[in-house]
């Protein structure tokens, strides 16, 4: 049997690739978790699933269907919203309090439970909203422009992009976590994550109204 590495296969993965490089909570989180060298093979693994789920959804489905409804995407940008300034206020709390807080630095950070780091992992990727629009809306939008069964090989180049993007991260983070386990790293990390964080989360609130 043939395997799929057709064009439509590499323009699914290039168009997955391009939507999920840049830096958001998914991302952050997995290059934290890497750097800490905490699960950081579960956390991939549940980022790369969710995203598997969620192309499946888009291109077996939901882009035909029009897309998800206004009080359905309203509800998940206003959940999405709120997670990520929960995370944010904490990624600021480590910053302005590192030495109350054992969060800074790998070797002093308070170790999470297998249990915690599925949860974390998954709310960082079901209560994202930029993840439902990137892969089930965007993805699944995008695999209209392929007839069956080329769509569902755009839709396995997508889910090979994302396997990629995140073994990647996570192998780069988890090489250098050593090298940048310093208190002064930690916090600027915190910093920038709460700042991304909290700026994502006005623009999602921003955009229901």
Known sequence: MNLPFTPAFFAGMALSLSLIMAIGPQNAHVMRMGLRREHLWLTITVCVVTDVVLIAVGVGG???LGGLSAQVLGAL????????ALYGAQAMRRFLQPAADTGVGAGQAVAMSRRQAIGAALAMSWLNPHAWLDTAVLLGTASLAYARPENAVFGLGAAAGSLLWFTALGAAMWRLGRRLDSPAVW????????????????WLVAGLF
Not at 187 to 202: E, F, K, S
């Open 62 to 64: 939901l882009a035909q």
């Open 77 to 84: 940008t206003g959940a999405g919203a709120l997670v990520l």
């Open 187 to 202: 916090r600027a990390l915190d910093g920038l994550v709460a700042l991304m964080m909290w700026g994502t989360a006005a």
